[in-house]
C-alpha cells in the first residue's frame, strides 16, 4: 500500500518538473468563499474528492490483482477463498467510500429536518453560521487608543458569539472528519480485508461519533429542558 | 445592605458561568463524538466510556448549583 502511494507521488513530481522555482513570487490566496465556514468546506471538498480517487484506483488496482490471482493460482480451497474475499471487499470499500459523504448528509437530515418515525421534531440542531448580534451593531471591535460609545452588553453578546462560533467550527469538523474517516474506513476494506473486523468496529464507533456530534446542541438543550421546564 | 447593582453583577456572573458551563458540555460532547470518528483504539473507546458518567455527574452539578440557593432562600422564608 505505501509502495504504491510512494510510486504514485514520485510519478506525480517527475511529470511536474518544470523551469524555475514555483514559489518565488508572494504565496497564493486560493479563492474559496466569502466566509470561514464556506473555505473550510471547499478545502473538505478537496481533500474527499482526493479520498474517492484514491478509493476508486486502489479499488480497480485490488479487483485486477484478485483476477490476475484467479488466473495463475485459481483453486476452489483456501486460495479461492481469499481471492473472494478480495474482491468483495474491494467493492464494499468502494461503496463506502463512494457514499460516505451521502450517508453523513442522510443521517443529519434524518436526525435534524425529518420527522420520519420520530414524534419529536430535532430542529435544535446546529446552526453552522451564527448570526452576528444585532443589537449592537456587529462585533467591530474598536482600538483601545480610540473613544467609543459602544454599550456595556457589547462584549457579552460578542463573547457569546465567538463562542457559539468556536462550536460550530468543532461541529463543522466532527462531521467533516466523519466523512473522511469514514471513506478511509472504505479504502482499509479495499487494502486489508484480513482486518475486516477491526474496520467494522471503526465503521460502527465512526457512526456512533457523527451521531453524537450531530445531537450535541440538542442533547444539551434536552438537559436544560429537564431541569428548567418542570411543567 | 448590598447594593443592588452589585447583586446584579454577581448575578451575571453567574449566569455567565452557567452560559459556559452549557457551552462546554456541547463542545465536550463534539469533542467525544471526534474521538469516537478517529481512534479504533478499545482503551481509549473504554476511556471515553468512562468519561459519560463523569459528564453526567457535571451536568447535575452545574444545574444543582443553579437551584440549590433558590432552595435554601425557600428554605428561610
Not at chain 1, 504514485?8 to 517527475?14: A, E, K, S, W
Not at chain 1, 487608543?145 to 452588553?153: M, P
Not at chain 1, 480485508?193 to 434536552?222: C, Q
Amino acid at each position: 500500500m505505501k509502495k504504491i502511494i510512494i510510486g504514485l507521488v514520485l510519478f506525480n513530481i517527475v511529470l511536474a518538473q518544470n523551469l524555475g522555482f514555483p514559489s518565488i513570487n508572494l504565496p497564493p490566496v486560493i479563492d474559496c468563499g466569502e466566509n470561514f465556514f464556506a473555505c473550510l468546506g471547499f478545502f473538505f471538498n478537496k481533500i474527499l474528492r482526493i479520498i474517492i480517487v484514491l478509493a476508486l484506483v486502489l479499488a480497480a488496482i485490488f479487483i485486477a490483482w484478485a483476477g490476475i490471482l484467479y488466473i495463475s493460482k485459481g483453486s476452489p480451497g483456501e486460495k479461492g477463498k481469499e481471492i473472494h474475499q478480495k474482491i468483495i471487499y474491494a467493492v464494499i470499500g468502494l461503496v463506502v467510500a463512494l457514499l460516505s459523504y451521502a450517508f453523513v448528509m442522510a443521517i443529519e437530515t434524518w436526525l435534524t429536518k425529518q420527522q420520519i418515525y420520530l414524534p419529536i421534531n430535532f430542529t435544535y440542531a446546529q446552526v453552522t453560521e451564527p448570526e452576528l448580534p444585532k443589537k449592537i451593531a456587529g462585533c467591530n471591535i474598536p482600538s483601545v487608543l480610540e473613544s467609543t460609545n459602544v454599550s456595556g452588553a457589547a462584549w457579552k453578546d460578542c463573547f457569546l458569539y465567538y463562542l457559539q462560533r468556536i462550536l460550530s467550527l468543532l461541529y463543522v469538523l466532527a462531521i467533516f472528519l466523519g466523512v473522511i474517516f469514514l471513506s478511509w474506513a472504505g479504502i482499509l476494506y479495499i487494502t486489508k480485508p484480513e482486518k475486516s473486523k477491526d474496520i467494522h468496529k471503526r465503521l460502527i464507533y465512526g457512526i456512533i461519533g457523527i451521531v453524537i456530534a450531530i445531537l450535541s446542541f440538542t442533547i444539551v438543550k434536552m438537559i436544560d429542558l429537564f431541569f428548567t421546564k418542570l411543567q | 445592605m448590598i447594593e443592588p447593582g452589585f447583586l446584579k453583577l454577581i448575578n451575571s456572573l453567574f449566569n455567565l458561568i452557567f452560559v459556559l458551563s452549557l457551552s462546554l458540555l456541547a463542545g465536550v460532547i463534539i469533542y467525544l463524538g471526534i474521538i469516537y470518528i478517529t481512534s479504533p483504539a478499545e482503551e481509549k473507546i473504554k476511556k471515553v466510556h468512562k468519561r459519560w458518567g463523569l459528564i453526567l455527574g457535571g451536568i447535575v452539578l452545574v444545574f444543582l448549583s443553579r437551584t440549590i440557593p433558590k432552595l435554601i432562600e425557600m428554605f428561610f422564608k
